[in-house]
DNA sequence: TCATGATTTACACGTTCGTTTAAATCATAT
DNA sequence: ATATGATTTAAACGAACGTGTAAATCATGA
């Protein structure tokens, strides 16, 4: 009986961090609704009860680690922040506003826990409204911060202005962190978004250069060619072409798919003869 | 009996409409694996069983609703492509390229249908195989004519670099498609992702100067504050300050919070007497 | 050594999920 | 009018979900 007594795999391992260790990755990988306790406390390698026993909820167990994995990144920032260096006028050095805010960011802390920067971005784009107080309870106040040291930077660029840039650039990161793959299926491997010290060589300046560029950039000046679709699309896309799918009649004769489209065909309907 | 008859609310929407129509709407806002079937279906008013007569399954009813609401935007975005203008040297206009990619997918087709473009952007964080691989089939050909027109108008820039910076433009898109309400917290409602012509007046511009700006941009220059957190965090963040809580024993004494750090403390343990 | 409390285990609960089925209803051509 | 196929309906299925509970096990100080 018993199982298998302890395993002694890792020792020092407590049940507490081996389930936010999984929790991290699996959530990371699959995103938060599609990870069962189930899966999560098996790939932990603990009991199914010890998510409720150490944490009380799945809920309650998202905000301890995010909460816990976003810490060191607040405080790395904020440190940063604070080392700025300035321009003889006393102005923050713009670029190393920038690297404060974006480093702590994608490296996540000093561990090779890369998996929780791709679930910040995930999360990032939820429009949970308890998801969103978690962020903004987290991340707010420092890039308030950031915010600040910018228009420090920039005096003269309008606030406005300043925070459209800024969105620009938390889109920019946020895709990055989340390491969709696409850049790399797009440029054949050649782009990857995985090298933080590449990803920041790049980022910085060039938003530097957005930051600084003023106003100036014409409103938009293009005529803009056309604003509507010319596609005739009937109230969706196309007018009926595809049948559904017939209800009673398993006929033999028209196994094959029927030609709609290019479905999956997975095998729509078996049909059992019975 | 029978129910309600047929209620004609909208006549002529078919029961597939009414059911594509909810799917984007609800997947939108809460997230493909959040949304029941039923809630669903009873958000569209059809019975349950529709979808799967409709459909077949949710994840075919999800890869329709994509195909058919992509077909517009890449469409729209092809014949945008088409008729860019022309510089004197016969080389395309950069910020005509940059409208054409952007404006179809901000846009998302003629109709009101704001909420697939936040679909899209959820979807494109997605890791999941199934996902990206609807998103390559999808849009993945027009981009690369969106690429290769770039880098006609700017036969200079190294490929690698192209890339890099179309990274960071499709982060900006779409974390501005996902309207994630995260810059109107910070601005305090001054900015407002969600108005396309402004969104397209500052983006445009903006990155039709980050492609131009050639590999001159210092390539690091800065000499880079720190680049570890000097925060002394063992393992994972605190040395273990919250004990877990008590298993049994619920002695009425210390029925009030612990103290541990400042949990949602949403009633930890029911505990019933019985 | 033993008592005690912390932790882990096995198991079951009520619910909700995606899916399926068979019958009822509708639309329409003859 | 009626037959026929398309569509909708109500009801149920088994599986998997988050959660709860009592007992077993572990660690440790007296």
């Not at 999560?40 to 010890?50: D, E």
């Amino acid at each position: 009986m018993a199982t298998v007594r302890k395993q002694a795999s890792t020792p020092g391992a407590a049940t507490r961090e081996r389930i936010l260790d999984a929790a991290r990755d699996l959530f990371a990988e699959h995103g938060v609704q599609a990870v069962s306790l189930r899966e999560l406390t098996s790939h932990a390698g603990v009991n199914l009860a010890a998510i409720h026993y150490h944490f009380g909820s799945k809920e309650a167990l998202l905000a301890e680690l995010f909460s816990r994995s976003s810490q060191p990144i607040v405080q790395w920032r904020l440190e940063l922040l604070a080392k700025v260096r300035r321009e003889p006028d006393g102005r923050p050095v713009l670029e190393d506003v920038l690297e404060a805010f974006l480093r702590p960011a994608l490296s996540s802390g000093r561990r090779q826990n890369a998996t929780f920067v791709r679930l910040r971005a995930r999360l990032a784009l939820e429009r949970n409204e308890a998801t969103r107080r978690i962020l903004r309870d987290t991340f707010d106040e420092s890039s308030q911060e950031v915010i600040a040291a910018i228009a420090e930077a920039l005096p003269d660029l309008p606030e406005l202005e300043l925070y459209w840039r800024f969105h620009f650039l938390i889109g920019s990161m946020f895709y990055t962190m989340a390491d969709s793959g696409r850049i790399q299926s797009l440029s054949g491997g050649k782009c990857d978004p995985g090298n933080v010290e590449e990803v920041l060589a790049r980022l910085v300046p060039i938003f530097a250069n957005v930051f600084r560029e003023g106003c100036n950039a014409a409103p938009v000046a293009a005529p803009s060619p056309l604003r509507e679709p010319t596609v005739e699309t009937n109230a969706a896309g196309e007018p009926s072409p595809a049948k559904p799918r017939k209800a009673k009649l398993n006929e033999a004769k028209s196994g094959a798919a029927k030609s709609s489209a290019a479905k999956p065909s997975k095998t729509r309907r078996p049909a059992r003869t019975s």
